[in-house]
């Protein structure tokens, strides 16, 4: 377990500002035009200097490892960077910026002997409105008359624990954790009577006896903050890890304190997917900021690398990545399995919290997984009492999602026959052979649909459930848009970055020893990223992929965020324009109209750059996870959605699905008059765990009861968009009864006035506030600065301040 501290970029922003200094020239080090690049400059030479001087070694116990010793250790280091070549070719230093490295060393805990109980002490001076930092023992280090002081125990130097806000608190930190779940789905290693042979999961684990039942969750806190008064449980969406919300959690925190004195914590959750990602070679490249060893761990085979020495040292091998059947467990980890896996990290949090003071959340496709968490009942027997979901909640947090709805045609008996088929062993079957269309429910029957009656006769139900990949990848043709090697091909790219992010050639594409010989070129799953143009820096490449004006964005929605704009050519390479970089080119900047009035509505309003790059980069990467789900369980999930079937696109009725419904039409297509067929399970599976008895594949009856109360977010410019969004959803639950609502108010007051998509909601009385981002992407209401455009932040905390009891 690896504890992860917030981003050295604003520490070192707080350092430089703070410092004494001389009347210097316009360059000195961290400002004018050198600014960004200084910043990069002392991480990079921070990491050398931890690995030639690693602050554990300097204990105190001797003069050869006391603070002096330590300050000369650092010293050799700068005056390595410094001299004209870099170190390992990657570290340099300008002359002007050895000083604040040798004050950086000078300002920390390295030297001291444990039983010293020196740390990081921040203190906000009031009268002075000032912000210092010292290395102070943590007794010493306590609030007073006129003097706010933190000691942050989790960190070395003063630079990275103290945040220089209103009352200079302690940064944030992060560790990553894994709960057992209560979950064991069929097949799964380390369910009973599972035994696991594929070799390639016994190379990633080391041998046979491995769970993967377990909940994993990255807890961010405030550093030394002591007992949270409120958890917000927060889950990913599409393709997404915890790290989503690393840059949420750094604003989040320190300003529900400053501004309404409430500890909080933030605990991101990752699915059980994420336990897959063989990240092994990736923390070592991390640890090291060595992005070679993060390329050499994901590709070099491809490119014909010979395995770095740290590598050969331990683990001695390259990543193992999985084909769809070397994991057809994957269709087994249904919704309920991942309810029942929030349900461990909720547990878990209600027992590390003031008065059970947790809250939900999720953004984007993490929305629905929350709501349904809500919406369940955890009495899978049928006998009992429900045990609600909801019930163990203080709230709900909604952002850029809908969450779910209760609405809908109801379950046609095919539709339910279908989803037994599925979770009874039929997905299964056809995710681990998929050499025939389908398999029957026992999963090795071959089928198809339209001989079904007959290939699964004497099965029941006698129905085919249709070949599937056990993952999500987006591919066009045979071009590759997002897949396991393409999402994590950023790590490495992002690890360049944290030391080089707009000046060399992104890792990704650079040639390995021989022209053409780079891992765009050689490793057919990347081949996609070919089309984002030439040779780029990490920013200029990673920016054309998420950026939200850019192509990807526009085929994929979930990753586009308001990251700046393309910067010019620079010898041979697309450079990038940070938000930090302005003016910005008002094109990146279109004023997409007035607030619709009108569901579907499209993006409007002023369009905003409000993500700033250096805190993304890091996201990708820093700590025991990343910012994306390499192996998101598209087939499992899919157990309670039915792909329908339309007997003729200009006009028939329904085969498969809704069946005997009209569908089809003039100027249908097959494909949107099959989807007319398609049914799923939202919010109420009372159908399936009621009508058939099957608790054990959903249990979702618990909705109409749901009373607690619920905040949402929306980009303009992204998914949801308008309040109106968020009605199916407010329409679906109960009236609020929590204390901060009135319980007379609806969730949903009047649908249509003003318009629909602008309706009158019942807000904090009756427990359904919305709150717009003009400009914002679907990313950006996670990712976003804490600026005046930013209407998630101030509201967020005050929501969980209000609502913690």
């Known amino acids: 377990m690896k504890t992860a501290r917030s981003s050295f970029l604003p520490a070192l922003a707080f350092v430089l500002a703070v410092a004494p200094v001389a009347v210097r020239a316009a360059n000195r080090c961290g400002h004018g035009t050198s600014a960004a690049q200084d910043t990069a400059d002392i991480r990079g030479v921070r990491a050398a200097i931890e690995l030639a001087c690693p602050c554990a070694a300097f204990d105190g116990s001797s003069g050869s490892k006391n603070k002096a010793a330590f300050v000369r250790c650092v010293r050799a280091v700068a005056r390595d960077a410094g001299d004209g070549t870099p170190i390992d070719g990657r570290f340099q230093l300008r002359p002007q910026c050895k000083g604040t490295v040798l004050r950086i060393a000078r300002q920390s805990d390295c030297g001291f002997a444990p039983a010293a109980d020196r740390h990081p002490c921040c203190q906000h001076v009031a009268h002075a409105g000032r912000n210092v930092g010292t290395v102070t023992p943590s007794a010493r280090c306590r609030s007073a008359a006129g003097a706010v002081r933190s000691s942050c125990p989790s960190f070395h130097f003063v630079t990275d624990a103290c945040s220089g806000n209103a009352v200079n608190t302690c940064n944030t930190v992060a560790t990553t954790t894994s709960v057992p779940s209560a979950a064991q789905p069929a097949n799964t290693p380390g369910t009973p009577g599972v035994s696991v042979t594929n070799p390639n999961l016994l190379m990633q684990f080391g041998d046979a006896s491995f769970s993967l039942n377990h909940a994993t969750y990255t807890r961010f806190r405030r550093d030394g903050a002591g007992l949270p008064d409120a958890i917000l449980v927060l889950v990913p969406g599409f393709e997404g890890g915890a790290n989503d919300f690393k840059i949420l959690a750094e604003s989040v925190i320190p300003r529900a304190f400053v501004e309404q004195g409430l500890v909080l914590e933030i605990w991101a959750y990752d699915r059980r997917t994420n336990q897959l990602e063989d990240r092994v070679g990736l923390d070592i490249s991390e640890a090291r900021l060595d992005p070679y060893v993060g390329l050499d761990w994901l590709f070099g085979t491809e490119l014909g690398l ?401 009373d607690i109360p619920v905040i949402s977010f929306v980009g303009s410019n992204g998914l949801a968009r308008v309040p109106g969004a968020m009605v199916p959803f407010g329409t679906s639950i109960h009236r609020c009864t929590a204390p901060s609502c009135d319980g007379v108010t609806d969730r949903v007051v009047d649908a249509s006035t003003p318009n629909p998509a602008f309706p009158t909601l019942g807000g904090v009385a009756g427990g359904f506030e919305v709150y717009v981002s003009e400009g914002f992407a679907h990313v950006d209401v996670v990712t976003a600065e804490d600026g005046p455009d930013n209407n998630v932040i101030g509201p967020l905390a005050a929501f969980l301040e209000r609502n913690a009891q």
């Open 306 to 706: 010979t395995l770095d020495p740290v590598l050969a040292a331990g683990p001695n091998r390259r990543a193992v990545f999985y084909d769809s059947t070397d994991v057809p467990f994957i269709a087994s980890w249904t919704p309920l399995v991942f309810a029942r896996d929030i349900d461990a990290v909720v547990d878990a949090a209600d027992a590390a919290v003031r008065n059970h003071n947790v809250f939900l959340g999720g953004h984007s496709m993490g929305t629905t997984f929350t709501a349904r968490y809500a919406c369940t009942d955890f009495d899978l027997s049928g006998a009992g009492p429900a045990r609600p979901g909801y019930a163990k909640l203080r709230g709900l947090v909604l952002l850029e999602g809908g969450g779910g709805t209760t609405a809908g045609a109801p379950l046609t008996d095919d539709t339910l026959d279908r989803m037994i088929a599925k979770f009874d062993g039929g997905l299964y079957g056809a995710v681990k052979d998929p050499s025939s269309p389908g398999r029957c429910v026992d999963g090795t029957t071959a089928c198809a649909i339209d001989t079904e009656a007959t290939d699964c006769a004497g099965q029941v139900p006698p129905k085919c459930t249709l070949t599937a990949a056990a993952y999500s990848v987006t591919k066009i043709g045979s071009i590759n848009i997002l897949n396991p090697r393409i999402v994590a091909a950023s790590e490495p790219s992002a690890i360049q970055g944290a030391y080089d992010p707009d000046g060399g050639e992104n890792i990704i594409q650079a040639d390995q020893g021989a022209p053409g010989n780079n891992a765009i070129a050689r490793v057919s799953d990347l081949n996609g990223l070919a089309l984002l143009g030439g040779p780029s820096t990490v920013e200029g490449g990673i920016g054309s992929f998420v950026d939200d004006d850019g192509a990807v964005s526009s085929l994929a929605f979930f990753v586009a965020t308001s990251v700046g704009a393309p910067g010019p050519m620079v010898n041979g390479l697309l450079t990038w324009q940070d938000i930090t970089e302005g003016p910005l080119p008002a094109s990146v900047l279109p004023n997409n109209g007035p607030p619709p009035t009108a569901l579907p509505a499209p993006v409007w309003g002023q369009e905003k750059e409000v993500t700033k790059f250096t805190r993304l980069l890091d996201a990708f990467f820093a700590g025991d996870t990343n910012f994306t789900d390499w192996y998101y369980p598209s087939s499992g999930l899919s157990v309670t959605s039915i792909a329908g079937q339309c007997s003729n696109a200009s006009g028939g009725t329904c085969t498969v699905g809704n069946v005997g419904a009209p569908c089809g039409g003039s100027g249908q297509t097959q494909a949107t008059a099959d989807a007319q067929c398609s049914q799923a399970i939202s919010l109420d599976s009372t159908a399936l765990s009621v009508g058939r008895g099957r608790r054990d594949i959903e249990n979702l009856t618990q909705a109409a009861n749901v």
